[in-house]
Each structure stands twice: as structure tokens, then as C-alpha cells.
């Protein structure tokens, strides 16, 4: 059974940073041949897309307000993908999930929740003032 697992949350000032780390396992699952995505879901808020990254991790894309803020990058090897935020905000407050879609990468699919086969459970982050 695949399983995706993040870690890497928590408590930290705005303008401080974060490294969230999305392992995936189960059997002989390998997420090189998957697009791998981060959304985030705030108290009372629709889940929305953070950011997506290609098998090879030529195509990347952001939400907008993260753009300039977060990074995402993978290593296929090691079955892992990782989330950089920088410069948190108060807004950036919210359960941040790892995806996994077996599709390939395109931009308008990338940022839609639904196309998403694999999930993991979530990490939290808080930023403070």
C-alpha cells in the first residue's frame, strides 16, 4: 500500500523558514513516474494547491503568493520531495499535504486536487507573529 508520509512542520515566526519532506513508500512504489504536488488547507478553508513539481523536476509551478517564497525540489531515488519556505507569513498557517498523480505534469492538472491519486496525512504549520 503506498503511503505518503510528511514531516518537517511546526511553530515558527513570521520571516522565519520551514523544511517540509514528503517520503514516499509501500512495496515497490517509486514517485519517478509521478507528478508530485503540496496543498494546503487552512481552518474553514478549501484545501488549495501550493506547489508542483515533474518526474525529471524540469517543469516546477507555484501558487502565487509562495512563488517567490518556496521551492520545491525531489530526489527520485531516494523517494523523496521537499518543500523550502522561506519568509513565512501569518497566511501560510495550515495542514500542508503531499500528492502524488501518476500523470504526467501539465500545468492546469497540476494545481487540481482531483487529480491526485496518493495523499499523505499532513503536516502542520503555524506561523506566529
Known amino acids: 500500500q503506498v503511503q505518503l508520509v510528511e514531516t518537517g512542520g511546526g511553530l515558527v515566526q ?27 488547507q487552512a481552518p474553514g478553508k478549501e484545501r488549495e494547491f501550493v506547489a508542483a513539481i515533474s518526474y525529471t523536476s524540469r517543469s516546477s509551478d507555484f501558487l502565487e503568493s509562495v512563488r517567490d517564497r518556496f521551492t520545491i525540489s525531489r530526489d527520485n531515488a531516494k523517494n523523496l520531495v521537499v518543500l523550502q519556505m522561506n519568509n513565512l507569513r501569518l497566511e ?13 505534469y501539465n500545468p492546469a492538472a497540476g494545481r487540481a486536487a482531483n487529480e491526485y491519486d496518493y495523499w499523505g496525512q499532513g503536516t502542520q504549520v503555524t506561523v506566529s507573529s
Open 92 to 104: 501560510d498557517t495550515a495542514v500542508y499535504y503531499c500528492a502524488a498523480d501518476h500523470t504526467p
Open 14 to 40: 513570521a520571516g522565519g523558514s520551514l523544511r517540509l519532506s514528503c517520503t514516499a513508500s509501500g512495496g515497490s512504489f517509486s514517485i519517478n513516474r509521478y507528478t508530485m504536488g503540496w496543498f494546503r
